[in-house]
Every structure is written in C-alpha cells, then in structure tokens.
C-alpha cells in the first residue's frame, strides 16, 4: 500500500508563481520551499521532488465539521485552460509529490493540472486535527472542489485513490466529467480487521509504517537497478508527510474509521472512465480488475500497461498513460 514513485529523466525548467494572494500560504521562488514543510526537505536530492515542493501551497478550506477553515496542501496550476482541468490524487499515505514526474509533463502540455493532497495525508494543516474518516475526506476534497477549481473535472485516481476518485463521484457527480483510474485499490473491504484494534496497537503499527527501514526495504524490493543512496532518497521523499507531529493521530483516525469499501459504489460510477492496469501487476490480476471493471463500470475504456514492474511501480504506469494521451494512443471515451 505504499505510494512510491519511478525515477523519470526529463528537463524541466524552474517554475515561479506571481501575483499570489495574501489568503494562500506558502508560495515560492523554485529554489525556495514553503516554510510549513517538514525541514528535512532540505535533504532531499531528487530534483523532481524538490521541483514540485516549491511549488506546493496550503488555501484555506471552509469545512462543515471545523469552525476553523483547514489550510489545505496542493500544487495549482500556473495555466487556466479552456480544457476540463486535470485534477491528480495521490494513493494510500502519500502526497502529491507522488506526482512529480508527471506533473511536469502535464504543463508541458498545456493542461490546467491540480495535485491535491487527501485530508490527512500530504502537508496539510491539521495541529488542531479534524475527523480523518471517509466522510470527512470526501467533504474536504469537494469543499476545495467548490472555493478553487470549481469546474467539471477529469480526476485520476492511482491505486487507492481510485477508491477516493469511486467515493466522490458517486457522491458528487456534478464536479466530475471523466475518470482516470491507475492499478486501483477498490476491491479491499476498507482496513478490516485493523479497525478493531486497541488504539495502542493501532499507534505502534502506525509508527512502523513510517519506518525508514520498513520503507527503505520496500523501495529496495519495488526498483531495481537503482543505488542504495536513490533508494534512501525515494524513501525520504515518500516518507516527508509522516514527519508532522499530528500524522500518526491522523493515521490511527482513519484506521480505525474502517477506511474505504466501494466495491458497491462502482455500478453507481455513471462517467466515462478510463481504467489502466499493469501487465505484470502482482497485487491484483490485470485480468481479472479488466474484467471485473468492464462488467462494473457504465462506460470504461480498459488498457493494460506493458511495464516490468510491480503493484506498488503504479507511478511508472503514470509516466506511460501521460505520454500515450499526450500522443493520442490513449484517449478517454468521447
């Protein structure tokens, strides 16, 4: 269930925002980061990461279950374009530098392109912590939905957050044109027996899950051909999010909240949505999501991806859906 992230070789250029308003926080010059970021940043070598980490601000947003507006981490785009706006999710205790390959080649592009961070992941505000529950995600999302892009969208969702991208459609269909749906997490019946756990329990298994060790041997069996150093520094930038002191609360929160179970919401999903799996995807058979979702969904355009890859490498099937729709070998339903 660990977002990680392929190493991708493409120039970019700096990028600089200007006439930001005094209400958002955190925008700066590319070679500055947001001062609410976790210090550690600065250790990060990855160019991409620290690329798209000056990019990132926090906007206020209202909330029905806050008296206090949440100020809410994400990456706007610097284009508004005529185009529906693409607006990335990030999967399971992740955050949208989850994105920072692709996010590039999306602007590149001309694309209006959102990466937003899920409430209670990413580098949001949450000192005084609100709900984490499923419920109060979807309010969020739809709440910076409605204050700042605020138009149909085309939502791609990668491994669990497809099952985020299922929830709120169905939910709010009004704020939706398509779905991009990556390698997606949507046949677990939500945390299962974890949400039964003593909450002591729950915190030491939260506290391994942000494990340097535990997510260094990930990446170390996820990627190969890599150096023990890109390895360490993926695993640092995978990790950032876990630094603030009110992620475990947050983490536990929504462990034991039962997390999310959409199986039923699928038959409900009444957009086009594009569905994209791994040929060698390990976690779940290609065959049988590519047939289960054709038989689910009410309009789905299904492509495999051929990449050597497992599961947790969903970010290298990004990369390639990217440049297949930019080159027009994919594209969503009409």
């Known amino acids: ?5 392929a190493s991708f070789a493409s120039a970019t250029m700096p990028m600089k925002r200007s006439g930001s308003s005094s209400k958002h926080v955190g925008v700066f010059s590319a070679h500055e980061f947001p001062s609410f970021l976790p210090k550690q940043v600065e250790n990060i070598k990855d160019t991409f990461a620290r690329n798209l980490a000056t990019r990132i601000e926090r906007l206020p947003v209202p909330v029905r279950f806050s008296e206090n507006s949440i100020m809410s981490s994400c990456v706007r785009p610097l284009i508004k374009s005529k185009t529906s706006p693409v607006v990335l999710l990030h999967g399971f ?4 530098l989850e994105w920072r390959y692709t996010y590039p080649l999306l602007e590149e592009a001309g694309l209006e392109t959102w990466a937003v961070d899920i409430l209670g992941w990413g580098f949001s505000d949450l000192e005084r912590l609100p ?3 499923v419920a109060s995600k979807r309010e ?5 939905w409605k204050s700042y892009i605020k138009r149909p969208m085309i939502l791609v969702g990668p491994s669990l957050g497809a099952a985020v991208a299922i929830d709120f459609v169905v939910n709010h269909p009004e704020a939706v044109e398509k779905l991009v ?11 299962g027996e974890l949400a039964n756990l003593p909450r002591l329990a729950a915190y030491a298994g939260v506290y391994l899950l942000k494990s340097i060790p535990l997510r260094l041997y990930v990446n170390v069996l996820a990627f190969t051909g890599i150096s ?8 640092n930038v995978g990790r950032l999010h876990c630094l603030y002191p009110w992620w475990a609360d947050a983490a536990v929160g929504f462990m034991i909240s039962g997390g999310y179970n959409v199986s039923t919401q699928i038959e409900k999903v009444k957009k086009k949505t594009l569905i994209i799996w791994g040929e060698d995807d390990q976690i779940i058979s290609n065959k049988l999501a590519v047939n289960n979702c054709l038989a689910w969904f009410f309009d789905a355009l299904c492509r495999d991806c051929t990449v050597n890859c497992q599961m947790q490498l969903y970010a290298k099937y990004q990369i ?8 027009g070998q994919i594209q969503l339903p009409n």
Do not use: N, R
């Not at 023990?228 to 695993?235: G, I, K, R, V």
């Open 131 to 133: 709900p984490c529950d």
């Open 320 to 327: 390639v859906v990217i440049f297949l729709m930019l080159k």
């Open 93 to 96: 205790d992740s955050s949208c």
């Open 1 to 5: 269930m660990f977002a990680l992230t």
């Open 140 to 144: 969020h999302f739809y709440q910076l």
């Open 181 to 191: 749906l990556i390698d997606a997490s949507v046949y677990a019946e939500g945390t």
């Open 228 to 235: 023990f150093s890109t390895s360490l520094d993926w695993t």
